[in-house]
């Protein structure tokens, strides 16, 4: 693997870098303490095209690698980990199953205007009773002639409260297990769908963690998503997919805070000289830097697996795992070195702390990447 990004790969870095520190980052704590969606920021970073990075140009997208869209995340995460959430979410969460399993009607209509940012999408698997145990679902779909009729309840849905088209997941036939579930597509403004509870969360305040509601739901039978009782396995690969860009937005959150704790550790003056000049920082200093760069590796060492086309399942999980752990260790050591000042809002620290948790939850918890890591180690 070469570990240097290409110079097409670093121009479109730098031009998301920028973006995300101009237009995102003055705005990151409002977003935070609003716990709004910031509809302008969004309308402007699909004005830039990264909602269709990864997705052809015949459905409205630039045709870019999943190594790009990897950095996209990163940077935006950098700035406000709730752009990063809202990004990820949609394109290598939501969007994904449809562009990759969906067929040429199903992608023209529903995957072009996700790529051109005109349509924001959400992935609807979670229940009350089915989070890492995802073949637990509950949801129903029953067919009547031309269309399916939807019946149940999913819950931690992110964008779910602005998302206008929905991917779910519903049992076709409980006994048959995981072999039951299929996937459909939903729009927004379907009679029988409707968003419910909206979660007020620790960290990653602007983008919504809603309950969706299907009451009676009936959706064309030409909304059911590729094969039936294909909707674990669909899920599954979507997951894989989108775990290296959490995991790429926990790396953007550290190295945030990093940024943050070596600038302050080079002003703050105690007992005559600067913090960065006390051994005690600097082994702190020391180890956020050594682990961010590792973590770095990892990261797009999945992502480039993916781009070529190799099994990445073990590596993304790795990834996932070790970058999220990082990222919650750097950032309560960022707040340490901040010392009061990090408790206080005044400062963007502890909102990264907050942030960084939910990188060890979503998308497979930590315990759930292990896992799938020890699953993949001794089958070999």
């Known amino acids: 693997m070469d570990f240097y990004l290409s110079e097409e790969q670093k121009m479109f870095?730098?031009?998301?870098?920028?973006?995300?520190?101009?237009?995102?980052?003055?705005?990151?704590?409002?977003?935070?303490?609003?716990?709004?969606?910031?509809?302008?920021?969004?309308?402007?970073?699909?004005?830039?095209?990264?909602?269709?990075?990864?997705?052809?140009?015949?459905?409205?997208?630039?045709?870019?690698?999943?190594?790009?869209?990897?950095?996209?995340?990163?940077?935006?995460?950098?700035?406000?980990?709730?752009?990063?959430?809202?990004?990820?979410?949609?394109?290598?969460?939501?969007?994904?199953?449809?562009?990759?399993?969906?067929?040429?009607?199903?992608?023209?209509?529903?995957?072009?205007?996700?790529?051109?940012?005109?349509?924001?999408?959400?992935?609807?698997?979670?229940?009350?009773?089915?989070?890492?145990?995802?073949?637990?679902?509950?949801?129903?779909?029953?067919?009547?002639?031309?269309?399916?009729?939807?019946n149940g309840n999913k819950i931690f849905i992110t964008n779910g409260d602005e998302a206008e088209v929905i991917v779910v997941f519903a049992t076709e036939d409980r006994a048959k297990g995981h072999k039951g579930i299929s996937a459909f597509i939903v729009e927004k403004g379907t009679p029988g769908y409707s968003v419910g509870k909206l979660e007020n969360k620790m960290g990653i305040h602007g983008s919504s963690t809603a309950e969706l509601v299907f009451e009676n739901c009936k959706i064309p039978a030409a909304n059911l998503l590729g094969e039936p009782g294909k909707g674990i396995r669909y899920a599954m690969e979507s997951i894989d997919s989108s775990r290296v860009t959490v995991a790429a937005q926990a790396l953007g959150i550290a190295q945030a805070a990093f940024d943050d704790a070596l600038a302050y550790s080079q002003t703050r003056i105690q007992f005559g000289k600067p913090l960065c000049q006390h051994q005690a920082i600097q082994w702190m200093l020391a180890d956020m830097a050594t682990q961010i760069d590792a973590a770095r590796m990892m990261v797009y060492r999945a992502a480039w697996l993916k781009d070529k086309g190799v099994h990445f399942m073990k590596e993304a999980a790795m990834a996932k795992l070790f970058a999220g752990e990082v990222s919650s260790f750097v950032t309560n050591k960022a707040l340490q070195i901040h010392g009061g000042y990090g408790y206080c809002r005044d400062y963007p620290v502890e909102r990264y702390l907050r942030d960084a948790k939910i990188t060890e939850i979503y998308e497979g918890t930590s315990e759930m990447q292990r896992m799938t890591i020890a699953r993949a180690l001794t089958s070999q």
């Open 13 to 150: 870095q730098s031009m998301v870098r920028d973006f995300a520190n101009n237009v995102v980052k003055p705005e990151a704590n409002k977003i935070d303490e609003e716990g709004k969606f910031p509809a302008e920021i969004f309308k402007k970073a699909a004005e830039l095209g990264i909602f269709g990075i990864t997705i052809d140009e015949k459905y409205g997208g630039s045709g870019g690698d999943y190594l790009s869209m990897t950095v996209c995340c990163e940077e935006l995460s950098r700035a406000s980990a709730a752009m990063g959430t809202i990004f990820l979410a949609d394109l290598s969460l939501a969007c994904y199953p449809i562009y990759k399993f969906g067929n040429e009607e199903q992608k023209k209509k529903f995957v072009t205007p996700i790529a051109r940012g005109e349509k924001l999408c959400c992935f609807a698997l979670t229940e009350p009773g089915a989070g890492s145990d995802a073949a637990a679902v509950q949801t129903t779909a029953t067919r009547q002639g031309d269309h399916f009729i939807l």
